[in-house]
């Protein structure tokens, strides 16, 4: 008699424990994942101006510097620890010819850009040898001049429209 009334009683306690439980984990809201555009109004509104001015070129948007820049294995890392910062750095904009080779980055200039980050991103896409054109975003470019600064390889900084 005693074992089944210590036996209630570790069950009674348990399944208290397991209601307690879910009630806890019932109230506690949970966290929602929830989406955004990946490119806001103007940078939507400018990728359709490359769009345009280079139809026959790859234009693609938010890139990670990870996904297009590496370092060879056995290479000396101390000569590229400036790199090991900018792997999450993202390009606005990369441009790359049909065979996906690339052509230059581009960049959309805002008052609040940090120009420490600004310098790396200028410096690691230097050292890479690929040509960063800017413009700033409020005075976005023709598709002329698009076309003059990306095609005719315009000077690795085209002019900041302000």
């Given at each position: 008699m005693e074992a089944l009334a210590v036996l209630?009683?570790?069950?009674?306690?348990?399944?208290?424990?397991?209601?307690?439980?879910?009630?806890?984990?019932k109230t506690a809201?949970?966290?929602?994942?929830?989406?955004?555009?990946?490119l806001s109004e103007p940078e939507q509104s400018f990728y359709q101006t490359l769009s345009t001015a280079l139809p026959e070129h790859h234009v693609l948007p938010q890139v990670c510097f990870s996904r297009f820049l590496y370092t060879r294995v056995g290479q000396r890392t101390d000569e590229y620890a400036p790199w090991s910062g900018g792997?999450?750095?993202?390009?606005?904009?990369?441009?790359?010819d049909q065979a996906f080779d690339i052509v230059c980055a581009i960049e959309l200039e805002e008052a609040a850009d940090s120009a420490n980050r600004n310098r790396a991103k200028v410096r690691i896409l230097s050292q890479?040898?690929?040509?960063?054109?800017?413009?700033?975003?409020?005075?976005?470019?023709?598709?002329?001049?698009i076309r003059q600064a990306v095609l005719n390889g315009a000077e690795s900084q085209a002019p900041l429209m302000a």
């Open positions: 209630v009683v570790v069950g009674v306690l348990v399944l208290a424990h397991v209601l307690r439980f879910r009630i806890e984990k809201p949970e966290p929602q994942l929830l989406t955004r555009r990946p792997q999450q750095m993202v390009v606005d904009y990369l441009v790359c890479a040898g690929i040509r960063l054109v800017k413009w700033h975003v409020c005075r976005p470019p023709s598709t002329a001049e």
